[in-house]
């Protein structure tokens, strides 16, 4: 059960960059002009990579909790900027929606975060790189796709609903009530993924780090256990994060009296 | 309610009007913008308590803009409007918007029957969906010429003229003071329109309610205001009792626009 790991070295390495060429070639056959995006994110994925590996050697060795908490802090606002780079609205919108994005993100991830690390693994000590990284990683992943579904969905939805949403304000209503359908369906919209994902989740799919824990010489049955944390956390994580996005970003269509704004020229 | 006022104490003048029997609304000096375009510029104007006011004018005069000012749907870039003499802002907004109903051009049904349309108006205030909903469901659907047996269809099958209606009901749910009512009848076939223009009229002879109405349908004004206000490009051109506007207007460019209009009417 403990065979060691098959060695990837640099050379193993440039054959898997082959199967990206697959992705390439069928681009440019099928004129999707993806190829340029396809080299770029390749090599990005490939920097990007390499690079936190040795930061997190870093971090592993020097292992200092304000250095392992600057690095969740900088994870959380990636995933912010990546999460509303493509948002409707364009520029305008995302001066609004920014800071908004990384509360989300950031409550619905750290709440996550505290629970499985003090409760579910304890972790010792509290900001254990080793666990606290990768564990937040998948979370923040996860909680950016909830706040970047969640956002777009909401958006469209109160871009559609003006008539109604106005029909209730002209009735007296609040902000909250006018806008509640709207609000119920972007959260539905942003944890479709994760009900599904729990749905075939070793079915279909066999999770990249139980995987990755198998692959490593893990024994599945621990491997299965720490994804089943995982994807619970994942779920949490998401529901956390889109309820954010919904709660706070719907207050910013509206005036302080209870009218709703222009729309946004996109 | 029985505080309807007598047809003769709407043919007054704004400027005859004391401070003892107010306005309904009073415009001073308002001007609005929309996408960074001005379509309000500089509206002073008084809508008399009780009446049915119609707004009038060529498209993109800013008879909307204007409307929607009333129950602070929108705020004015500047000015001030008042309602029942005290400056509208003073009021608390959701307060406000229950005594002045709205009713848009296009009706936008919520989801589920025509009873769950108007059941949720009370919910909306805080107010537990009271015991008496149902009678007071039976009561505005009569006020609107729609059967009682209305309740159990779905709001959005129903056509466009009893979506107006539903639409209307729902906004006399709050027990209104004023209501206003943004082309109620724009998207009606000219029968259903004439007909929902009764109902309306029957609506404010019953109740004593105030009624704003923008209309581009002149003969819709002339039959059932009892004052009117001509704007065009965001000015008031002329205002007074449409009696008096509709058969003898001051302004020339009034009396081109309904000289217009009646040319026109055959194909209203």
Same mark, same amino acid.
């Given at each position: 059960? *403990?065979?060691?790991?098959?060695?990837?070295g640099?050379?193993q390495?440039?054959?898997?960059s082959?199967?990206?060429?697959?992705?390439?070639?069928?681009?440019?056959?099928?004129?999707l002009?993806?190829?340029k995006?396809l080299v770029i994110?390749?090599?990005?994925?490939l920097?990007q990579l390499t690079?936190i590996g040795y930061?997190?050697?870093w971090?592993?060795?020097?292992n200092r909790w304000y250095f392992?908490l600057?690095v969740?802090?900088l994870?959380?606002l990636?995933a912010?900027?990546?999460?509303?780079?493509?948002?409707?609205?364009?520029?305008?919108?995302?001066?609004?929606?920014?800071?908004?994005?990384?509360?989300?993100?950031l409550?619905g991830?750290s709440l996550t975060?505290?629970y499985?690390?003090a409760?579910?693994?304890?972790?010792t000590?509290w900001y254990n790189p080793?666990?606290l990284?990768?564990l937040f990683g998948?979370i923040?992943?996860?909680a950016?796709?909830g706040?970047?579904?969640?956002?777009?969905?909401?958006?469209s939805e109160?871009?559609a609903?003006r008539?109604q949403i106005e029909?209730?304000?002209?009735?007296?209503?609040?902000?909250?009530?006018a806008?509640a359908?709207?609000?119920r369906?972007?959260?539905?919209?942003a944890m479709?993924p994760?009900i599904?994902?729990?749905?075939?989740v070793?079915v279909?799919s066999l999770?990249?780090?139980? *995987?990755g824990?198998?692959l490593a010489?893990s024994?599945p049955?621990?491997?299965?256990r720490?994804?089943l944390?995982?994807?619970?956390?994942l779920?949490?994580?998401?529901?956390?994060?889109a309820?954010?996005?919904?709660?706070?970003?719907r207050?910013?269509?509206?005036?302080a009296a209870a009218?709703l704004l222009p729309?946004?020229p996109v | 309610?029985?505080?309807?006022?007598?047809?003769?104490?709407i043919?007054?003048?704004?400027e005859?009007?004391?401070d003892a029997?107010p306005?309904?609304?009073?415009?001073?000096?308002v001007?609005? %913008? /929309?996408?960074?375009?001005?379509?309000?510029a500089?509206?002073?104007i008084?809508l008399?308590?009780?009446?049915?006011s119609a707004l009038?004018g060529?498209?993109?005069?800013?008879?909307?803009?204007?409307?929607?000012l009333?129950?602070?749907?929108?705020?004015?870039?500047?000015?001030?409007v008042?309602?029942l003499? /005290?400056p509208?802002?003073?009021?608390?907004?959701?307060?406000?918007r229950?005594?002045?109903?709205?009713v848009?051009?296009?009706?936008a049904?919520?989801p589920?029957?025509v009873?769950?349309?108007?059941?949720v108006?009370p919910?909306?205030g805080g107010?537990?969906?009271a015991a008496?909903a149902?009678?007071h469901?039976?009561?505005?659907?009569?006020?609107v010429?729609?059967g009682?047996?209305?309740g159990?269809?779905?709001a959005a099958?129903?056509?466009g003229? %009893?979506?107006?209606?539903v639409?209307l009901?729902?906004?006399?749910m709050?027990g209104?003071?004023?209501?206003?009512?943004?082309?109620p +009848?724009?998207?009606?076939?000219?029968?259903?329109?004439?007909?929902?223009?009764?109902?309306?009229?029957?609506?404010r002879?019953?109740t004593g309610?105030?009624?704003?109405m923008? +209309?581009?349908r002149l003969?819709?004004?002339?039959?059932?205001?009892?004052?009117a206000?001509?704007?065009?490009a965001?000015r008031v051109?002329?205002?007074g009792?449409s009696?008096r506007?509709f058969?003898?207007?001051?302004e020339? /460019?009034? /009396?081109?626009?309904?000289a217009?209009g009646?040319?026109?009417?055959?194909?209203?």
């Amino acid at each position: 059960m *403990t065979e060691p790991a098959v060695e990837i070295g640099w050379v193993q390495l440039a054959l898997a960059s082959a199967l990206v060429l697959v992705a390439i070639a069928l681009s440019a056959w099928q004129r999707l002009g993806l190829g340029k995006s396809l080299v770029i994110g390749a090599i990005r994925a490939l920097i990007q990579l390499t690079l936190i590996g040795y930061v997190l050697v870093w971090l592993f060795n020097t292992n200092r909790w304000y250095f392992v908490l600057g690095v969740l802090l900088l994870m959380t606002l990636t995933a912010t900027l990546a999460a509303t780079a493509r948002q409707p609205g364009g520029a305008q919108a995302q001066p609004r929606l920014r800071p908004i994005c990384f509360a989300s993100i950031l409550v619905g991830s750290s709440l996550t975060l505290a629970y499985v690390g003090a409760v579910v693994v304890d972790v010792t000590p509290w900001y254990n790189p080793r666990y606290l990284i990768p564990l937040f990683g998948m979370i923040v992943g996860n909680a950016m796709n909830g706040a970047a579904l969640a956002a777009e969905r909401l958006q469209s939805e109160m871009e559609a609903g003006r008539a109604q949403i106005e029909a209730y304000l002209a009735l007296g209503a609040t902000p909250q009530q006018a806008s509640a359908e709207p609000a119920r369906r972007a959260t539905v919209a942003a944890m479709i993924p994760t009900i599904n994902a729990l749905a075939v989740v070793g079915v279909v799919s066999l999770p990249g780090m139980m *995987t990755g824990q198998i692959l490593a010489g893990s024994a599945p049955t621990l491997a299965v256990r720490y994804q089943l944390v995982v994807v619970f956390m994942l779920t949490a994580a998401t529901a956390l994060t889109a309820a954010g996005i919904v709660l706070w970003y719907r207050r910013t269509f509206f005036t302080a009296a209870a009218q709703l704004l222009p729309r946004v020229p996109v | 309610m029985n505080d309807m006022q007598p047809l003769t104490s709407i043919v007054v003048s704004p400027e005859q009007q004391t401070d003892a029997s107010p306005d309904e609304f009073a415009l001073e000096n308002v001007t609005q %913008e /929309r996408g960074g375009r001005r379509v309000l510029a500089g509206v002073t104007i008084a809508l008399p308590k009780g009446g049915f006011s119609a707004l009038i004018g060529p498209s993109g005069a800013g008879k909307t803009s204007l409307l929607r000012l009333l129950n602070r749907l929108d705020d004015p870039a500047s000015g001030v409007v008042r309602f029942l003499g /005290r400056p509208i802002v003073d009021f608390p907004v959701r307060a406000l918007r229950r005594r002045v109903g709205f009713v848009f051009q296009t009706p936008a049904m919520f989801p589920g029957t025509v009873a769950e349309n108007l059941s949720v108006v009370p919910t909306l205030g805080g107010e537990a969906r009271a015991a008496h909903a149902s009678v007071h469901i039976a009561e505005v659907l009569r006020l609107v010429e729609l059967g009682a047996d209305f309740g159990d269809r779905i709001a959005a099958d129903l056509s466009g003229g %009893e979506k107006q209606r539903v639409a209307l009901a729902r906004a006399l749910m709050t027990g209104p003071e004023v209501l206003l009512l943004d082309e109620p +009848t724009a998207a009606l076939d000219p029968e259903v329109a004439a007909h929902l223009m009764h109902t309306l009229r029957r609506l404010r002879e019953s109740t004593g309610l105030t009624i704003v109405m923008v +209309t581009h349908r002149l003969s819709e004004a002339r039959s059932t205001s009892t004052y009117a206000v001509m704007l065009e490009a965001g000015r008031v051109v002329e205002a007074g009792p449409s009696a008096r506007l509709f058969s003898a207007p001051i302004e020339a /460019r009034t /009396r081109e626009f309904i000289a217009a209009g009646e040319a026109g009417k055959n194909h209203d």
